[in-house]
Every structure is written in C-alpha cells, then in structure tokens.
C-alpha cells in the first residue's frame, strides 16, 4: 500500500468515496461533483491537497487536507477535513497512513499543528485520532457563517 497525491484519474473514486462518506453521516444531499473535486483539488489554483491510499487493488481511502493558519501568531496549520477508509478495510492502518502522510505534508509546509474532527458518537474514530497522537480540543469558541451570494 501507498500514499500518494491524487490525480486525475483517480477523481471518479475519490467522489464515490466522498458519497460513501457523506452517506455514513447522513448527508445526502452532497452537491459534489467530479468536476468540483477538479477543480478544488487538481485546476490551476487547488483549494484541497488530496492524499489517497492505494494498492495493487485500486483506492482504499484518501484525505482533504485544507490550509489553516493562526495569523497573529505567524503560523500555519493543516485540517484534515475529510478522512475516509473504504468499508470492511478500517481498522487496518489506512488512517493512521493517511495521518502520517499529512503529518509530513504539514511539516513540508511549515505547518505547526494540525486538526481533525468528528461527529459527537464517531467514538471509534476519536479514539483512533487519540491513538495517533491528537489531543481533544476544547477552544473551538463560537463560529458564526455568512453566505456569499
């Protein structure tokens, strides 16, 4: 098995993933395309830094990493935004894979911490981020949204 950056031709499983994943939590209604996954995360400007894992078999989970940044602080960070590993393969190492090779990706960058989330009763994956050395993270303080129209 290998991690990797994805590429293009890797776009139509990583958006069957990213479906799969949207369906584990109950969001159906995703509106992402194979275009916008080309778009954020291959065009000229990418938006998202996609790992995926893979083996001699084809794609096994991937990562969406997004910039962060503490800007009075002057340092940077990675949010591992998306994190999935296919079903019947979790519980293997894929994640801790993924977070090691966004663990480097980060420090490439000059990243010094990282964050990922989870929902409240995703127990198995908070213990699996506990396990690769996150800490939980009380001081999310209150975050406001705004759409642009």
Same mark, same amino acid.
């Given at each position: 098995m290998q991690i990797r950056p994805m590429r293009v031709d890797d776009i139509p499983a990583v958006h069957a993933m +990213?479906? =799969? /994943? $949207? %369906?584990?939590? *109950? !969001? /159906? !209604? %995703? =509106? #992402?395309t194979p275009e916008t996954i080309m778009r954020d *995360? +291959? *065009?000229?400007?990418?938006?998202i830094r996609f790992l995926v894992a893979e083996d001699a078999d084809g794609l096994l989970g991937y990562a969406a990493l997004l910039? /962060? %940044?503490?800007? =009075? !602080? *002057? +340092?940077? $960070? /990675? !949010? +591992?935004?998306?994190?999935? #590993? =296919?079903?019947?393969?979790? $519980?293997?190492g894929i994640g801790r894979k993924l977070i090691d090779a966004a663990t480097d990706a980060a420090r490439a960058l000059g990243c010094t911490y990282m964050f990922i989330g989870t929902a409240p009763d995703n127990i198995a994956a908070q213990e699996a981020y506990l396990a690769c050395g996150f800490a939980r993270w009380a001081d999310c303080g209150p975050r406001f949204r705004r759409p642009i129209e």
């Open positions: +990213i479906l =799969a /994943l $949207g %369906a584990h939590h *109950g !969001d /159906l !209604d %995703a =509106a #992402v *995360g +291959i *065009g000229p400007h990418p938006w910039p /962060l %940044a503490k800007i =009075a !602080d *002057g +340092i940077r $960070g /990675l !949010d +591992i935004n998306h994190m999935y #590993v =296919a079903e019947g393969l979790r $519980g293997q």
